[in-house]
């Protein structure tokens, strides 16, 4: 059985507004686990009475999380008002597994100071070797200290990096800084030049999620500043919504996207509602959210 697909502005802008996490409990996989949480770090409050509200909705979280055996959760927010806009990261604790996942928000739409790091696009050095992104970079270092802090608190435990766009990106970034098993992201763009990304498999596990079309993942163009995705195989989520484990360059690739945007463009393009082109449609959280969690473990 094919695996849904969403066209929806509303599952592309707010992630987490129809979202209807762990419908069947706690994931087998890591994989299916970090998606999960790379989208419930987009659930914020709503509007407020003084304006939109950024803030973490820390009541909500907990309660899902609680669900699947996270007993605790850590929020790290730039920002000190929940007015103002930042980074945002969570770190899900399961005391019992002796497992954190730390989880990093993509970019939130209504937030200049996000699409500000998007586009902040100059590289600059890199404290662990290499140049990598200057906005990603600012966004991450907002938090890293008061994270680091907490890790310092977990001793022994396993732990996970997750995050989904400008979120997988920091996470990327977050794992030449920390110590953790394994980094999993979903519609990353590019972070770092060569020498950046050639250090990762050192460090840790990468699996990094494509979903077909998705033109996140093809930014920014390697061709001006020389950034390049961690080496390796990706996880690509085809037309037909089944995850393939294969190299960035394998030519199925290529013909799948061409495929996919011209029925694209006959099935949604046209519905009021609907994201104009699949190359951003593709990008919405839940359309990486549905295909891992029904993958074999």
């Known amino acids: 059985m094919q695996t849904p697909y969403s066209a929806e502005k509303e599952d592309l802008y707010y992630p987490a507004n129809r979202a209807a996490f762990f419908p069947n409990g706690r994931p087998k996989s890591d994989a299916a686990l970090c998606v999960e949480i790379a989208r419930l770090a987009y659930c914020e409050i709503g509007r407020v009475t003084e304006g939109r509200s950024f803030a973490f909705d820390q009541a909500r979280i907990g309660k899902i999380l609680g669900r699947v055996q996270f007993t605790d959760c850590k929020f790290f927010e730039s920002a000190i008002n929940p007015t103002e806009r930042g980074s945002h990261a969570l770190l899900a604790i399961d005391k019992s597994q002796q497992l954190a996942v730390l989880g990093f928000r993509g970019t939130d739409k209504d ?165 104009a082109t699949r190359a951003l449609a593709d990008h919405a959280p839940v359309n990486y959210v549905l295909p891992v969690t029904s993958a074999t473990p």
């Open 111 to 275: 937030d200049p100071t996000d699409l500000f790091d998007d586009f902040s696009a100059i590289p600059v050095p890199w404290q662990k070797g290499g140049k990598v992104h200057s906005g990603f970079a600012n966004a991450l270092m907002a938090l890293q200290p008061e994270i680091q802090n907490e890790l310092n608190k977990l001793n022994g435990y396993t732990l996970l990096l997750t995050g989904h766009s400008l979120g997988a990106a920091m996470a990327t970034l977050a794992a030449t800084l920390l110590p953790a098993k394994a980094l999993y992201t979903f519609g990353s763009p590019r972070v770092g030049d060569k020498e950046f990304l050639d250090q990762l498999p050192n460090y840790l596990d990468n699996f990094r999620y494509v979903d077909c079309c998705d033109i996140v993942t093809r930014i920014p163009p390697s061709d001006i500043w020389g950034y390049e995705h961690i080496p390796g195989n990706i996880y690509y989520i085809d037309s037909d919504r089944e995850v393939r484990n294969i190299s960035p360059d394998n030519p199925y690739i290529a013909k799948d996207r061409m495929d996919a945007e011209a029925k694209y463009l006959l099935d949604y393009a046209w519905r009021i509602g609907d994201v």
